[in-house]
């Protein structure tokens, strides 16, 4: 069964940093891309950003409200996908969810087909 | 793009049918075929769930008696008979027009 479990949440000040783990489990992890969601309190859930597995090259794409300052990484040996938030601001505050990238894309990826439950993330002074 | 689910709720009683609408303000169709409208469910306290995948594509473990249908704007997920266990929040999201993947605000499922 594929279990996505985010960890490293917290509360933040403007500025600081934090980095986000996903844990996987259950499916061969390398073989995936991975991506990250998140969503503010009252919003909808919005795209952050997705790594491609390396046999796609392991390149990154970005949302553009974090590029620049967040970054997407990956440890394969582990089955964990990191995100690097720099820089935070107070927009930055909401849940993260890990997900995993379903089917086939060209480009962006259409869909994910698992999801984590979470990790609450409050950037505050 | 905007995507707009109807009902916002709804309270079924176990074994009938339930209905649930999605229109999309663009076309979801995309000249590879294929057409990019998904189904999600949250239950309380867990992570989302895909059910449909490009339309009316059950996805892995979902039962039968989920399916779904649609073209262009307008799409329906449609569950046959309703049991205990369908209760959550369910969600259409557009995977075209990207990167804004967008979600319905989400219909509500309770049982009577």
């Known amino acids: 069964e594929v279990h996505l479990v985010e960890s490293g949440g917290g509360l933040v000040k403007p500025g600081r940093s934090l980095r986000l783990s996903c844990t996987a489990s259950?499916?061969?992890?390398?073989?995936?891309?991975m991506s990250w969601f998140r969503q503010a309190p009252g919003r909808g859930l919005e795209w952050v950003g997705f790594?491609?597995?390396?046999?796609?090259?392991?390149?990154?794409e970005y949302a553009a409200s974090v590029k620049g300052r967040f970054s997407i990484s990956r440890d394969d040996s582990k089955s964990i996908v990191y995100l690097q938030m720099n820089s935070l601001k107070t927009e930055d505050s909401g849940v993260y969810y890990c997900?995993?990238?379903?089917?086939?894309?060209?480009?962006?990826?259409?869909?994910?087909?698992?999801w984590g439950r979470g990790s609450l993330v409050t950037v505050s002074s | 793009i905007v995507m707009t689910q109807t009902p916002v709720s709804l309270s079924v009683t176990p074994g009938q049918p339930a209905s649930i609408s999605c229109k999309s303000s663009?076309?979801?169709?995309?000249?590879?075929?294929?057409?990019?409208l998904y189904w999600y469910r949250q239950k309380s306290g867990q992570s989302l769930q895909l059910l449909i995948y490009?339309?009316?594509r059950r996805f892995s473990g979902v039962p039968d008696r989920f399916s779904g249908s649609g073209s262009g704007t307008d799409f329906t997920l449609r569950i046959s008979r309703v049991e205990a266990e369908d209760v959550g929040i369910y969600y259409c999201?557009?995977?075209?027009?990207?990167?804004?993947?967008?979600f319905g605000q989400g219909t509500k499922l309770e049982i009577k």
């Open positions: 259950g499916f061969n992890f390398g073989d995936f891309s």
């Open positions: 790594i491609r597995n390396k046999g796609y090259g392991g390149t990154r």
């Open positions: 663009q076309s979801l169709f995309h000249t590879d075929g294929v057409t990019y």
């Open positions: 999201m557009q995977g075209i027009h990207l990167p804004r993947y967008t």
């Open positions: 490009e339309v009316s």
């Open positions: 997900c995993r990238v379903g089917g086939d894309y060209s480009v962006l990826p259409h869909f994910f087909d698992y």
